[in-house]
């Protein structure tokens, strides 16, 4: 990695000692919280937890650097921490609170001190470059580019090249991390370690994409040694590829995931309690949706056929919902069952954009044999000047989990299994606001 960096910092040099150079200084100070309604005794045996309440303070810095000859290069450093926490210091058998090990400051790839509160990070060291036909971006940076099943920031690299209606693309991952208002966790290996040893296992991904105007149809795989290979495939069609707005379009999403675990996964219990991983499992992802004018509205279906996503739909998730609004006293932490194994959604949405303002009601519904979760949210977000934004969500959220299962796997509750199916209050509400400079 770091020679890669090294090398690309070097060459970007080189090429923008003819050109012009820029550079641009911006910065955020931001605070996000997630308020629950549901404040009921932790309790490991009959499988109680309260829904988490948490306040964070985030802010960034950022300086991008414009190298010129399609060259770029930027720096960015981050700092988050807790205002606010309903569950620190409520379980005296765990060393920290359930909201900083699920969402904010804890370091999981620390050598040797594996867990350590850090609140600070460099999210952001890399060099670009783009000339429109081909792009390549190394060092750490915001995911989201190139491939649909990986999220956060990314240390590693990727590439891609685009001739006439052919995309072909490609990424590899060494580590990933989290710096935002709502979630901060420095950079940590996804899979381990390969073997054992002291090399990590990292994450590759390659595609090809054929664009013909309003269709595009693609295939991938993404690939961890020793953990799973894992082909797809994905169709978007647009009735109006040129829609901004005004007017009608019809979009079609589809994505099909069918991962194959590797010899020493198969058998082994996902740590979600959602049962064994097998040799194939298989995701499949519909979403309509349709836009007139600024309004908007659509349905989607998401239905894992196995165990599909315990490996790789956790780590990032082409979904247009929120996978993460259950409880921090799960493994996976807030991770909902709509990834668990053999779980069946179904959605529905409409909202609208003005502008600077924007609402939308989501409607969900999932079942699995783990456990069956209900929601209605409705969220809200406004552009109040060019500088300061602020939004949020109020979300009516029932969880009821299955006999056999338990709703938290924290300390070692892990044994503890329901004999009689149980319904939890997961509802909340989130707030943020966000200042930019």
Do not use: C
Not at 21 to 47: C, R
Not at 365 to 382: D, F, I, M, W
Not at 416 to 435: E, N, V
């Amino acid at each position: 990695m770091r020679k890669i960096l090294y090398s690309s910092v070097v060459l970007g040099l080189v090429a923008s000692s003819a050109s012009a150079f820029d550079y641009k200084v911006s910065g955020s100070a931001e605070s996000f919280t997630k308020w629950g309604f549901n404040n009921q005794k932790l309790n490991k045996e009959s499988g109680a937890a309260p829904t988490e309440s948490f306040t964070t303070i985030f802010s960034q810095l950022n300086l991008n650097l414009d190298l010129g000859a399609g060259f770029k290069a930027g720096f960015s450093g981050a700092i988050g921490g807790l205002a606010f926490d309903s569950t620190d210091g409520k379980d005296p058998n765990q060393p920290f609170s359930a909201v900083r090990n699920a969402y904010y400051g804890v370091s999981w790839d620390r050598m040797g001190g594996k867990g350590k509160i850090q609140n600070y990070m460099f999210q952001n060291a890399f060099v670009e470059y783009d000339n429109n036909t081909f792009y390549i971006k190394a060092g750490r940076y915001e995911s989201g580019k190139v491939g649909e099943w990986f999220s956060g920031y990314n240390q590693g690299a990727e590439a891609a090249l685009n001739i006439n209606v052919l995309k072909l693309w490609g990424f590899f991952s060494n580590r990933r991390a989290f710096a935002y208002d709502q979630w901060f966790n420095d950079f940590y290996r996804v899979h381990g370690y390969y073997n054992d040893s002291i090399a990590t296992r990292n994450t590759y991904a390659a595609g090809l994409d054929l664009n013909f105007g309003g269709l595009t149809i693609g295939a991938f795989s993404y690939f961890t040694p020793g953990v799973y290979t894992a082909p797809g495939a994905n169709v978007t069609f647009k009735s109006n590829p040129s829609f901004e707005g005004q007017g009608f379009n019809a979009t079609t999403k589809i994505r099909f995931l069918a991962p194959i675990a590797d010899e020493n996964k198969v058998g082994t219990q996902s740590g979600r309690n959602w049962g064994e991983i097998g040799k194939y499992s298989y995701t499949l992802y519909i979403d309509q949706r349709f836009d007139v004018d600024n309004f908007f509205f659509g349905v989607g279906y998401y239905q894992n056929f196995g165990n599909a996503n315990e490996l790789i739909g956790r780590w990032g998730n082409p979904i247009g919902i929120d996978i993460w609004t259950a409880g921090a006293y799960d493994i996976g932490s807030a991770l909902n069952d709509i990834i668990g194994k053999n779980a069946v959604t179904g959605f529905g949405y409409l909202g609208a954009n003005y502008g600077s303002f924007d609402w939308k009601f989501i409607g969900r519904g999932t079942n699995s044999p783990r456990s069956a979760e209900q929601s209605v949210a409705l969220l809200l977000n406004y552009q109040i000047r060019e500088d300061i934004a602020i939004g949020g969500k109020l979300e009516w959220f029932s969880d009821t989990t299955k006999a056999g299962y338990t709703p938290i796997v924290f300390g070692d509750s892990a044994e503890t299994k329901l004999d009689k199916k149980r319904t939890d209050d997961r509802s909340h509400a989130f707030f943020y606001i966000h200042h930019a400079f």
